[in-house]
């Protein structure tokens, strides 16, 4: 039986892997160039562009979407390009490195430690609101991402460490679900092109959007339930109905997985693994599935389950990594400025989980899914709009839409990091308390 | 498994030290900032780079965030689960 899980898992990587190199991984679309403008002719509406990988400069058009008097010459930028009738226009220009001054500085660090907080207490968290406040600093998109992705996984390394140290870490489930999920990200994004084929870029962000509020609002639901139940009686986790019917499953191969103190068929947990992935290469943040997942289909603790959380996350974010890099996409400024913080953050979270109970991690991961579901819900009225589905929506309502729908993630990160703070520093006071007693007793 | 005593000594030294080196860490690669930016975003190849760069950070810097949490009297509860 060992043999044949064994088999079934090498079986697995390797199908895994093969699909991911032949997918190209995660990595960016491949309609963008990098580059310096050498000289504008603003009445032919062209540019001289020297590309960063190419020895000779071309002659770019300017689609009508630029402004040339905006683009500075011999400052490196990132040039999204679209094909049209008349052949290949420059449809956006953004200035690939911003100057950092000392109020973004502090914005990154800041965000950086509580999202590193958020990781090590609840196993992952911080990207989701990582990405748009670099965004919103200036950052383009894809740099973004890219920063952000590079700076997840030496944060989930160090998480991993520590509470592999602390004994909450099943290495085996960990890896099992990495991998499968690896597998699941390829699905995910052939879904994704499928649906960009066929209704475009609104359609696919409305797609996007509608799976994201549905899966975080039921899932994050469904946690908060379980959390408030368990507080109410400040008990700890119960093995959830499903996961001890599902561990009846008697399917060979069957996985024993030791620190989640879990002896289930891989029926289970490669499939968990698989959408896991295919949602994270939906709606960006697998950990929030992965997680409860692991909780209520597998069996797994709060503790153990988010504890292994940072192993996958570890995995995926390296691999994601290197696929952002090959593109030479990563600004590795914005990434050190948030490890600065976040390398701290990610360890106080991780200590902070041996002072409190399981629906503590339950309570903060179900308020950051719910709050978050809010952010992403603003969202959807505009491209509702934009597919022409309702009324285009006036300057005034768009400009609230997108202040609800970013303040909503600096609540979500302010919220978790005031339980996350609060329930550590209640149990530490706790334990200190019951070490003196027992002190007392002693003497 | 951690061992952990109560009467475990701070890790000051090692909390200057680490500190030390990862600032200088910083400061070198703040300091030749354009040169990084250009070099570290060629892609292909060049993609070591970056990763080596966290991995380094993640190491130095990681290991200042843990000597500077116990100094400061901050140190996981004995572990509850075997």
């Not at chain 1, 509406?45 to 960063?52: D, E, L, M, P, Y």
């Not at chain 1, 389950?305 to 952002?324: D, H, K, R």
Request: one cysteine or more.
């Amino acid at each position: 039986m060992r043999f044949l899980s064994a088999l079934v898992l090498t079986l697995f990587l390797f199908l895994s892997l093969a699909t991911a190199a032949f997918a190209g991984g995660g990595g960016p679309s491949k309609n963008f160039t990098k580059g310096v403008f050498i000289e504008i002719d603003r009445t032919a509406g062209t540019a001289v562009f020297q590309a960063s990988d190419s020895e000779v400069s071309t002659t770019l058009k300017l689609g009508k979407e630029v402004d040339a008097d905006n683009i500075s010459l011999d400052e490196k930028v990132m040039v999204t390009l679209q094909e049209k009738e008349d052949g290949q226009y420059a449809v956006k220009v953004e200035t690939m490195f911003l100057d950092l001054s000392m109020s973004k500085f502090i914005t990154l660090m800041v965000v950086g430690l509580v999202g590193g907080m958020l990781s090590g207490f609840i196993g992952s968290g911080g990207a989701f609101v990582l990405t748009p406040s670099m965004m919103s600093l200036g950052v383009p998109g894809a740099i973004a991402v890219a920063s952000n992705m590079c700076h997840k996984f030496p944060k989930a390394l160090v998480g991993t460490y520590k509470r592999f140290k602390y004994g909450q870490v099943d290495i085996k489930l960990g890896l099992v679900m990495a991998f499968s999920a690896i597998f699941g990200v390829q699905i995910g994004i052939m879904i994704q092109k499928a649906i960009l084929n066929a209704w475009g870029n609104a359609g696919s962000n409305l797609y996007v959007s509608v799976v994201f509020v549905i899966v975080l609002v039921v899932v994050g639901g469904y946690v908060l339930r379980d959390a408030v139940r368990l507080a109410k009686h400040d008990a700890d986790d119960k093995t959830s109905p499903l996961a001890l019917k599902l561990q009846q499953l008697n399917i060979p191969p069957m996985m024993h997985f030791k620190t989640a103190g879990v002896r289930i068929s891989a029926w289970v947990t490669l499939p968990l693994g698989l959408a896991t992935g295919m949602l994270a290469a939906t709606i960006a943040v697998g950990g929030f599935i992965g997680v409860p997942g692991m909780i209520y289909v597998v069996g797994a603790s709060a503790v153990v389950a988010s504890a292994t959380e940072l192993l996958i996350a570890f995995v995926m974010g390296t691999w994601g990594s290197i696929q952002w890099g090959l593109s030479g996409l990563i600004d590795i400024r914005l990434t050190l400025l948030i490890l600065s913080t976040s390398l701290i953050g990610v360890q106080l979270g991780a200590l902070g989980t041996t002072y409190v109970k399981d629906y503590a991690i339950k309570l903060v991961m179900a308020a950051v899914m719910l709050i978050v579901a809010i952010s992403r819900g603003a969202k959807i009225p505009g491209y509702l709009a934009d597919l022409g589905l309702i009324e285009p929506l006036g300057a005034a309502m768009d400009s609230v839409l997108n202040f609800v729908s970013f303040w909503a993630l600096v609540a979500a990160l302010g919220t978790a990091g005031v339980i996350i703070t609060a329930s550590m520093t209640i149990g530490m006071m706790k334990a200190r308390k019951e070490e003196k007693a027992l002190a007392a007793e002693e003497a | 498994m951690a061992t952990t005593s109560v009467t475990k000594k701070k890790p000051y030294l090692q909390t200057v030290l680490f500190g030390i080196l990862s600032l200088a860490s910083y400061i070198a690669l703040f300091a030749h900032e354009e040169w990084v930016t250009d070099t570290f975003t060629r892609g292909g190849y060049y993609v070591v780079y970056p990763m080596v760069t966290a991995f380094w950070f993640s190491f130095i810097h990681g290991a200042f965030g843990s000597n500077l949490l116990s100094t400061l009297g901050l140190e996981a509860k004995v572990a509850k689960k075997k």
